[in-house]
């Protein structure tokens, strides 16, 4: 990583963990268990998507893409401001603080874990960007073994996981939305896999035949 990236990725991190708290009441955010092992989590996962995630480069698949694209970056703002403020101010139906909260901090933490698995399966092939990379060859192992898109069902993960750990009717809401982006974005994927890898793509989808969760989808 550059030094360039590094202090953008250092005032990024610091600039949410700063609107993570202050949108949670302040200090008060902070003395909570719940929300102390919130605010360490969301910052192991940006760490790990600033180290594992590559660019990648423009194409035609990833043009087509643009809209997906910004319609994911307004839903994680707000899912970096709402959640917070709702666990601070607003008592909605599910109980603060309490088993369901805890349940959802450890599925946060099992979307980071599986996405550290998807990246290092992937070593530096898991991009931003849709499209085919220099050198890129059809990785089959670790989580790729079991669904076709291990890296989208951890985002899926975290996202659930942060709607329940702060108890957080948004957060959820915004899980929902995204899910359909995330499987539009799945079919362009394959669609460009299967162009590029052929017979060997297809005789991967009959061996994982899941895309991302057995045995829905």
Same mark, same amino acid.
């Given at each position: 990583?550059?030094?360039?990236?590094?202090?953008?990725?250092?005032?990024?991190?610091?600039?949410?963990?700063?609107?993570?708290?202050?949108?949670?009441?302040?200090?008060?955010?902070?003395?909570?268990?719940?929300?102390?092992?919130?605010?360490?989590?969301?910052?192991?996962?940006?760490?790990?998507?600033?180290?594992?995630?590559?660019?990648?480069?423009?194409?035609?698949?990833?043009?087509?893409?643009?809209?997906?694209?910004?319609?994911?970056?307004?839903?994680?703002?707000?899912?970096?401001?709402?959640?917070?403020?709702?666990?601070?101010?607003? #008592? %909605?139906?599910?109980?603060?603080?309490?088993? *369901?909260?805890? +349940? $959802? =901090?450890?599925? @946060?933490?099992?979307?980071?874990?599986?996405?550290?698995?998807?990246?290092?399966?992937?070593?530096?092939?898991?991009?931003?960007?849709?499209?085919?990379?220099?050198?890129?060859?059809?990785?089959?192992?670790?989580?790729?073994?079991?669904?076709?898109?291990?890296?989208?069902?951890?985002?899926?993960?975290?996202? #659930? %996981?942060?709607?329940?750990?702060?108890?957080? *009717?948004?957060? +959820? $809401? =915004?899980?929902? @939305?995204?899910?359909?982006?995330?499987?539009?974005?799945?079919?362009?994927?394959?669609?460009?896999?299967?162009?590029?890898?052929?017979?060997?793509?297809?005789?991967?989808?009959?061996?994982?035949?899941?895309?991302?969760?057995?045995?829905?989808?």
């Amino acid at each position: 990583m550059n030094t360039t990236r590094f202090v953008g990725l250092f005032f990024f991190i610091l600039l949410c963990c700063v609107v993570i708290v202050l949108a949670g009441g302040g200090w008060t955010f902070l003395r909570r268990p719940v929300s102390a092992v919130y605010l360490a989590l969301w910052i192991v996962w940006w760490l790990l998507i600033a180290v594992g995630r590559q660019r990648g480069v423009d194409s035609t698949y990833d043009r087509s893409q643009r809209l997906i694209l910004a319609l994911g970056i307004v839903a994680l703002v707000g899912l970096i401001v709402l959640p917070p403020w709702e666990y601070a101010h607003f #008592a %909605g139906p599910i109980p603060r603080d309490g088993p *369901l909260a805890w +349940l $959802g =901090l450890v599925t @946060f933490a099992a979307g980071i874990a599986l996405q550290a698995a998807a990246f290092r399966a992937l070593r530096g092939l898991y991009t931003s960007r849709l499209g085919v990379q220099p050198g890129h060859r059809l990785v089959t192992r670790g989580p790729y073994r079991l669904v076709r898109h291990p890296g989208y069902l951890s985002n899926l993960l975290c996202l #659930a %996981g942060i709607g329940l750990a702060l108890s957080s *009717l948004v957060g +959820l $809401g =915004l899980t929902l @939305f995204v899910v359909p982006l995330i499987v539009r974005r799945i079919f362009s994927e394959e669609e460009m896999l299967a162009a590029e890898f052929g017979p060997q793509y297809e005789r991967y989808r009959q061996q994982v035949r899941w895309r991302l969760l057995p045995p829905v989808f």
